[in-house]
């Protein structure tokens, strides 16, 4: 499937007086060409977004997917509420109607079994779990 441009990434940042850096829309065009990689820059400059917009971007063509679509790994549990604020952020502001869920060695049974049932679209998750 070939790749979404990224106007609307770019629409999106637009609409909330946002510039996107450099190294976001090298990483939205690199993930676009199908590369893997690592975004390396300081806490607080757009690192998350470089990755969801293409991620999401992409998953638009999949809409009406019912199944999981993405996996998102976060180091520390503390950093999955950031980004699950953020990917919800994106999916509103996109026009996905992908949901997010989170998932770490705290989420009881019963969410759990929510989450086989019916998962997430994008899973926020940590190593542990």
């Known amino acids: 499937m070939p790749f979404p441009?990224?106007?609307?990434?770019?629409?999106?940042?637009?609409?909330?007086?946002?510039?996107?850096?450099?190294?976001?829309?090298?990483?939205?065009?690199?993930?676009?060409q199908g590369f893997s990689g690592l975004v390396n820059a300081p806490t607080g400059s757009g690192k998350t977004?470089?990755?969801?917009?293409?991620?999401?971007?992409e998953g638009s063509a999949?809409?009406?997917?019912?199944?999981?679509?993405?996996?998102?790994?976060?180091?520390?549990?503390?950093?999955g509420k950031e980004i699950e604020y953020s990917a919800n952020e994106a999916v509103e502001g996109l026009g996905s109607s992908w949901k997010v869920g989170v998932r770490s060695g705290d989420t009881s049974f019963k969410q759990k079994q929510k989450q086989l049932e019916l998962p997430?679209?994008?899973?926020?998750?940590?190593?542990?779990?």
């Open 49 to 57: 977004f470089s990755l969801l917009v293409p991620i999401l971007m």
């Open 62 to 79: 999949k809409e009406n997917s019912e199944h999981l679509q993405s996996i998102w790994i976060t180091p520390i549990r503390a950093l």
């Open 120 to 129: 997430p679209q994008f899973l926020i998750t940590t190593p542990e779990s």
């Open 5 to 32: 441009d990224i106007k609307k990434g770019l629409a999106w940042f637009a609409s909330k007086d946002w510039t996107p850096f450099a190294f976001q829309l090298e990483a939205w065009q690199s993930y676009g």
